[in-house]
């Protein structure tokens, strides 16, 4: 792992959790209908074959799209989003250099939303696409308001 620190997300955006400080995720930018995370890739990503471990492609689909589903549903009031299913898929091996997330919504309801995530190397080569599904929640003051 790279000793040094990342850099500062951007202004307005929600802090990296503490599993996403250890894969080493960088916010670059946060909206209700974009959000793009960069990731250094590095030994402790690999699996056995020195290739990047599946789970980490399954990390940044289902991070991409959770920051851009909270950040689109806290725009139409309060509340949070849980993830109830992340289908990735892994199209192109990876050892090092950097990769960026992209996620962008594909379907925004009342109840749930599908955001889709695409997962490219510094040579703009899809390496991993993902869709996730999440529930909206409404937060504990606004069901007591209900």
Known sequence: MSDAAPPDPPEGTPPISPFGQMVGEQHVSV???????????????HQPYGIVH?????????????I???AWLRTRGDGNVVGVA????????????????T??????GRLQQLWLVEVRDGDDRLC????????????ADRLARS
């Open 31 to 45: 909206t209700p209908d974009e959000v793009v995370i960069r990731l250094p890739i590095e030994p402790h990503l």
């Open 54 to 66: 599946g789970g980490v492609w399954c990390t940044l689909v289902e991070t991409a799209a959770s």
């Open 68 to 70: 851009g589903a909270a």
């Open 86 to 101: 992340n289908h990735t898929d892994f199209l192109r091996a990876v050892r090092d250099g950097e990769v960026t997330a």
């Open 103 to 108: 996620a962008t919504p594909i379907h925004r």
């Open 128 to 139: 991993a696409r993902g869709e996730v599904r999440l529930q909206n929640l409404e937060s």
